[in-house]
């Protein structure tokens, strides 16, 4: 498989910047070639602006260490839960052995 046939079936990895790398030439002319590019570029910028390992490696991005938001509100949402779920589990097995022990006594 050649190059032109990757970038037409999605193989974005294939271009690249440096010269000695670059084993495709890009042909405005023909718009074929022309519109994978296009798609082939945008799905490597989408890729590349999402992208959360690049955050603060691009220009105008600003490195945070520490938790993200989201984090913080899954840990928070994930605590209340687990003191939420605490008494009700704990409440749960006292009435079973409570229940256990009635029915034992009837027998």
């Known amino acids: 498989m050649n190059v032109s046939q990757m970038i037409e079936a999605g193989g974005v990895s294939k271009l690249a910047q440096a010269e000695n790398l670059a084993k495709w030439t890009f042909d405005q002319n023909d718009p074929a070639e022309y519109h994978y590019a296009r798609e082939a570029v945008h799905a490597l910028l989408y890729t590349t602006a999402n992208s ?7 220009h105008g991005s600003v490195w945070v260490d520490g938790p993200q938001k989201l984090e913080v509100v899954r840990w928070v949402a994930m605590g209340v839960s687990a003191v939420g779920l605490g008494p009700i589990g704990f409440t749960a ?15």
Do not use: D, L, S
């Open 52 to 58: 959360h390992v690049m955050n603060g490696a691009m």
């Open 93 to 107: 097995w006292r009435n079973h052995v409570k229940r256990r022990a009635e029915r034992a006594e009837q027998e």
